[in-house]
């Protein structure tokens, strides 16, 4: 007995006796029958869903309906002379427009269908082709798309009964795209359209196939990549898609419009086409994007250079935090440079500084006024305050001040109020700079003694806090020296301890002394360093007692040590012993410990230091190992900073330790300072990152702070449902300037709170993400493996990826399709690039032990810009804009991909990470331009690494030298080091640029292409 007629029969071609098939929904990799001979004509296909020739369809015309477009996909009409599904409609078919009740996608007249009319053929993206004269396609066998002939027995519902046969319980037949129950409840029908023909979609296929289609290609038709709405594969038709380059067509119906991004993943089992073009593969070659779009909608808020959230759309509710799968938190950099100039400061005078009662907010442009002017209500806990007197100004009928246009607090996210005295624990204290200098014999041979003495004395001038900048010196081998800079001397005088375990203070009154009182003194001193210590071959060091007494020194004031060490501590408290070679750990459970403090004693020194308000600043130099893992914890508790150079030469790297600690002397610094970061009702900051040492559950003690250090923490709902429909942040930086002067930096900040998670990841933010992750990686690192680390975090991009999937795995077809939101869109390849990174990648063989913890110290402190860049370094072809006029090559270097594919033999091109310049000469490289670069020839200089490039007098070299300089200026933290390497110089060339091509294949890691199939196949799974 046939099953009754369901309105998705194929034509019964006239010549032939084969009965119709169902039509299926598509399945990747699903078997396709024969196609019946009458397929075989190669014509073009027609324009999409029009039946040839018919200005309307009758009312029992299947595509009179608002069908879903899904249900749809691919079909291009029959021949003229039959009806689109046999000679008769389909009695009771879902798209019926007889009596039966309304099914879930009920017929509508012809007139009003959103494919009720279609252009003549004419008028169709294949104009002027002649009409197919069988089948949907008119050509070889059809794919296994939406209306493929595939059997029962091998469609997506070979488990299930007879396909498409009606429940015994209803007596309307089921559409056959929703299968055997109704539509969910979640889908909303589209509004009806008036009648007109659909857009044209981009992207046919414009002409007939050149291969015989009667014999299709063995490998699937290649997709492009990146497009805003791509098509699933077509497997196995020909040469020729269906939709190459669009998806199913949409009309007008705004309610399946696809709002996200899509790569087209078209490989077919077999085949060694990955299916996927590496060149159309998503890159941010123009760097970090400021999520400055958000001031539109919060023009009060600070700048996204202060604050970054990771997502600017706040859950409302603990279920969509935890579908969120992506950290949420925020990014504060609460000194960076203000990109619109100065901070306006205020100074409230007696009035004291306005703040609520009850939560101590400040007050900022979202606090609202009330009762004429006399209170004002805290827009993070809404408790109405009382305006003092001196501050009083009426208000106009909207609740606005007067006079708010006037007063920066009142307008600008960004503001700074002079403190006063109740501010103060004790008076502000001078500046003060204490240099512990290691003397032993490394530091002597290397240069370094000759290096740091005149790079301070360069910078005694530009010290902040001119007149009261205090200063001073001990130097350290098996022994200590204090230097006694008395003002009445006219040469130092230096004192030698010797007991290293009970350390005391010769004269504890002049050993830190007024620079501008001693300045002769200090000037001899610096003068001499290098002399004084030239014949000494001692090896040994006692950093920890050097330490204890630098700390006896700086207890009463407080300021910024600066610790320069070239050899591992061996000597006293705090001695370390060589275990950077201890292969066998990497792999176990015990691996983090080697990147961890072995002894307690310098985590213990940090908190004593942060006491009393000491930042240290570690300079480490050793050619050997040296534990950096034990001497960085002195900066990241205290928040300082850890400098390496790893075999320091003061020839190569002199001009970086130059620069470098003149940066660190003469920056903007802002003293004894504390942190704290205040949320709406709601939310609350748990968990915290960076350099600094946490004295309560949420303030932050920073003894120094600069411009190039930033802070990254997560959030957490407190409530279960958020009942606000705005969430309010505000930074508060407590310091006291160079100047004398204590002061509180603030930044204040709005989001909303949705209910929607695509308005969480449309709200996203790339960069802020990143930042986050990063740091808890490193941290991550430090109690389990690399490869652990590396694995949870493609975990998290994985369910990201896949809870975005699910979003529109309904509405869309995105099967084959690697979907992911507008704003996220670099987010695979920088988690990519942070598995690849010096503090993550690989193991023991692949990075120092040193070096590895080195850039995990780094990448804890660095603002998003310069993490961004660190990570996915700058690749910039030279040699083609270096005959340009000078102030046309700034806007001719255009960032490249980092693949070796974009390397050509006879380029010069150089790689930026921010720390290092590497110069890469091509072996066809024109060896008149590699001399005039130089200085030298190839052939008189074969050891490239101890190459030091000085500008030479010729156009190229000067150009090449600007745009060192030019690269250099747009982030003054660092100091690039350059380095040249010639292509094939092995094994240079490989962790000098290989190592930093990330989406190339490395050792054991993947290539970007890989990596977006393997993230593909996982959101699948």
Known sequence: MQPPPMGNERPRPQHQGVPGRPVSAFVPGAAVAPAPPSFGAAAAPRAPFAPPGAAASPAGAPFAAAAPPAAMAGYRGPPPPQRPFGAAPPPQGPFAAGAPPPSPFASAPSSQGPFGTAPPPSQGPFTGVTPPPQGPFGTAAPPPGPFATTPPSQGPFASAPPPFRPPPSLTQPQSPTAGAMAPPASYVRPPPVQSQPPPPVQGYYTGPPTANPQFPMSRPAFQQPVQTMPPPPMAGFGNQAAYPTAGPPTGTLQSLVEDFQSLS??????????????????RPLDGDEEPVKVLESYPSNCHPRYFRLTTHAIPASQSLVSRWHLPLGAVVHPLAESPDGEVPVINFGAAGVIRCRRCRTY??????????????????????????????????????????????ELSKGTVEFVAP?????????????????????????????????????????????FPRTQIGFITFDSTLHFHNFKSSLSQPQMMVVADLDDVFLPLPDDLLVNL??????????????????????????ALGPALKAAFMVMSQIGGKLLVFQSTLPSLGNGRLRLRGDDVRAYGTDKEHTLRVPEDPFYKQMAAEFTKNQIAVDIFSFSDKYCDIASLGSLGKYTGGQVYHYPSFQA?????????????????????????????????????????????????LALPAVDSDKAFAMQLSLEETLMTTQTVYFQVALLYTSSSGERRIRVHTAAAPVVTDLSEMYRQADTGAIVSLLSRIAVENSLSDKLDSVRQQLQLKLVRS?????????????????????????????????????????GGYADVSLDERCAAGFSMMILPVKSLLNFIYPSLYRVDEVLAMEPDRIDGSLKRLPLTMQCLDTGGLYLLDDGFTFLVWLGRMLSPELVNSILGVSLANFPDLSKIHLRECDNEYSRNFMKILRTLREEDASYHQLCRVVRQGEQPREGFLLLSNLVEDQMAGTSSYMDWILQIHRQTQS
């Open 516 to 541: 501008v009182d001693s300045r002769h003194v200090v000037e001899s001193f610096l003068d001499s360093l290098p002399n004084m210590f030239q014949d000494n071959v001692n090896v040994e060091s």
């Open 265 to 282: 993943v078209s490989s077919a089992p077999g085949s060694l086409d990955p299916g996927l073009d590496i060149k159309g593969l998503p």
């Open 801 to 841: 990826l896949k809870e975005y999937r699910n979003l529109y795995v309904v509405q869309h077809r995105i099967g084959g399709r690697l979907i992911y939101p507008e704003s996220l869109r670099f987010l695979p390849l920088y988690i990519l690039c942070m598995c690849k990174s010096l503090a993550l990648r």
């Open 421 to 465: 005295t109740e501010y103060m624990v004790r008076p502000p204290m001078p500046p003060s700079y204490f240099f512990l200098i290691d003397v032993s014999v490394s530091a002597v041979r290397s240069g370094l003694l000759e290096v740091v003495a005149k790079t301070i004395k360069s910078c005694l001038d530009d010290l902040p806090g």
């Open 651 to 699: 020839v190569t790297h002199g001009d970086k330790l130059k620069h470098e600690l003149s940066r660190d002397l003469t920056r903007e610094t802002a003293w004894e300072s504390v942190m704290r970061i205040r949320c709406g009702k709601g939310v609350r900051f748990t968990t915290y990152h960076g350099h600094f040492m946490l004295r309560s559950t949420d303030l």
């Open 363 to 408: 007050i900022n442009p979202y606090a609202t006024f009330a009762d004429a002017g006399r209170k004002w209500r805290c827009n993070l806990c809404t408790l109405l305050n009382d305006v003092p007197g001196e501050y009083f100004c009426a208000i106009d009928p909207s609740g606005r001040r007067y006079d708010a246009d006037q007063r920066p």
